[in-house]
């Protein structure tokens, strides 16, 4: 019925499947980003399950809702991590009214204090993580996929999935606590 138009029945299907949406958006992290933002994405993945599902080939629409949001959170995840849009995530327009209060951003002063925070951010994962979380966070961070990073490690995804849910929750307990 929601693929024939049915809006309450595909309302229905969303409410449904809200909760596996958000228990699969809690797994990951993105970077500048909030588990919010994985749960819209993960409905978008939902509604996209919604349309394409056919129940002629014979599998669930359980099983098949699940792959096609988990697939949808983990392109997100994967593309915030792109190093390619790093220009594009903290560019400025120049007709936005605030500039102003941002010009001096680009100053030399504020390129050093980014680079001492960014060698205390590098010194507080040394201390938080272990030296196996830490490769993995750095890969991660410097935009290395799941697979790049199983192949630099030797090690299989589930173990570094498991490393980077672990260093996110170390380093959400100390932030937490110091500030």
């Given at each position: 019925?929601?693929q024939?138009?049915?809006?309450?029945?595909?309302?229905?299907?969303?409410?449904?499947?809200?909760?596996?949406?958000r228990?699969?958006?809690r797994?990951?992290?993105?970077?500048?980003?909030?588990?919010?933002d994985?749960?819209?994405?993960?409905?978008?993945?939902?509604?996209?399950?919604?349309?394409?599902?056919?129940?002629?080939?014979?599998k669930?629409?359980?099983?098949?809702a699940?792959?096609?949001?988990?697939?949808?959170i983990?392109?997100?995840?994967?593309?915030?991590?792109r190093?390619?849009?790093?220009?594009?995530?903290?560019?400025?327009s120049?007709?936005?009214?605030?500039?102003?209060?941002?010009?001096?951003?680009?100053?030399?002063?504020?390129?050093?204090?980014?680079?001492e925070?960014?060698?205390?951010?590098?010194?507080?994962?040394?201390k938080?993580?272990?030296d196996?979380?830490?490769?993995?966070?750095?890969?991660?961070l410097?935009?290395?996929?799941?697979a790049?990073?199983?192949e630099?490690?030797?090690?299989n995804g589930?173990?570094?999935?498991?490393?980077?849910?672990?260093a996110?929750?170390?380093?959400?307990?100390?932030?937490?606590?110091?500030?």
């Open positions: 019925m929601a024939n138009g049915d809006a309450s029945a595909t309302e229905q299907l969303l409410r449904r499947y809200a909760g596996m949406v228990a699969l958006a797994r990951f992290f993105l970077a500048g980003g909030e588990t919010d994985l749960v819209q994405e993960g409905m978008i993945g939902l509604v996209s399950a919604v349309r394409k599902y056919r129940a002629e080939e014979g669930s629409f359980k099983n098949f699940y792959l096609c949001v988990r697939r949808h983990l392109d997100a995840v994967k593309a915030s991590a190093r390619k849009n790093g220009p594009l995530n903290q560019s400025l120049l007709s936005d009214p605030t500039l102003g209060d941002r010009a001096e951003e680009g100053s030399p002063e504020d390129l050093i204090l980014e680079s925070e960014e060698r205390e951010f590098r010194r507080r994962l040394t938080e993580l272990s196996f979380e830490f490769r993995v966070v750095t890969m991660y410097d935009g290395m996929s799941y790049e990073i199983c630099a490690t030797g090690k589930k173990s570094v999935d498991n490393a980077l849910t672990r996110k929750k170390k380093l959400q307990a100390s932030y937490s606590f110091k500030q």
